[in-house]
């Protein structure tokens, strides 16, 4: 199976297939995409605290906490809170939709129409801005922005401006949405790991660092060929698993307990 694997891979440019040990520094978890899902995360991180085995491992959280769901300032205030106050270390690194709405305040003309487009209405809702499409244009769009401002305060201005791009432990990387397979992970441009790459997900990494991000919707958690998946749609579905990471491999964290993602009995999750 590996030699084919490797054929298939050098076949269509791909390289060899990626078979680097999972070896982070330390164990850690991992929450995908929430989109203003405040129930789900407030579910996700009691099934954490639940978890003897888990609750003090570090957070990381993969971006994306805004948008098309109705929580957007719910969900902000929560991690700011839970960043500040609580004793693991928690990461919160920034989502295209973070990007989107920072892009909104520099410049409200040009960039309206697209965060609008993309969830933006939602989230100038949660914070009880009633704006419309008909408010993309002139000065009306511009006190919109005004008003985000205000509603935000500069305490969430600040931390939405001062999200990392990625974290990394050992010979695991964490970013939003991907990276540049022929570039050293350090050395990424900042919109390839927020909006992704076009090989990403077709050629395998040669440097034996594993990429987990969001950004991508998946059905279930997944692993393939050094790139972890934990983007289940929770704005659509309502699911947001939270994954661990270890050296013993991958996890999702549930009730009472956790269920194995990789290695399985047959290993074909790393294929």
Not at 49 to 57: G, Q, S, T, V
Not at 71 to 82: E, F, I, K, Q, T
Not at 170 to 194: C, F, K, M, R, W
Request: aromatic share 6%; charged share 20%.
């Amino acid at each position: 199976m590996g030699t084919f694997l490797n054929n298939l891979f050098q076949k269509f440019g791909g390289g060899a297939a990626f078979d680097a040990p999972l070896a982070p520094d330390q164990p850690f978890l991992v929450i995908g995409d929430i989109h203003g899902q405040l129930d789900a995360l407030d579910a996700t991180l009691d099934r954490i605290a639940d978890d003897p085995k888990h609750a003090n491992l570090p957070l990381v959280f993969v971006g994306d906490y805004m948008d098309r769901g109705p929580h957007s300032a719910g969900v902000l205030n929560r991690l700011m809170a839970l960043q500040a106050s609580d004793p693991r270390d928690i990461t919160c690194l920034r989502g295209n939709h973070e990007q989107l709405l920072l892009n909104f305040l520099d410049n409200p003309p040009m960039n309206a129409p697209v965060w609008f487009a993309n969830g933006g209405l939602a989230t100038l809702n949660s914070f009880g801005i009633r704006a419309t499409k008909l408010d993309m244009r002139g000065d009306r769009v511009l006190m919109v922005r005004e008003r985000l401002k205000m509603e935000m305060g500069d305490e969430a201005l600040g931390f939405l401006r001062s999200l990392p791009n990625l974290w990394q432990t050992g010979n695991v990387a964490v970013v939003h949405a991907g990276a540049d397979p022929a570039t050293s992970i350090t050395d990424q441009e900042d919109d390839v790991l927020i909006w992704g790459h076009a090989d990403f997900r077709t050629r395998p990494r040669a440097d034996g660092v594993w990429v987990v991000h969001g950004h991508t919707i998946v059905p279930n958690v997944m692993v393939r060929q050094g790139r972890i998946s934990v983007d289940t749609g929770a704005f659509q579905t309502g699911a947001l698993p939270a994954v661990a990471v270890s050296t013993d491999g991958v996890r999702v964290v549930g009730q009472g307990g956790s269920q194995q993602i990789w290695p399985d009995r047959d290993m074909h999750e790393a294929s």
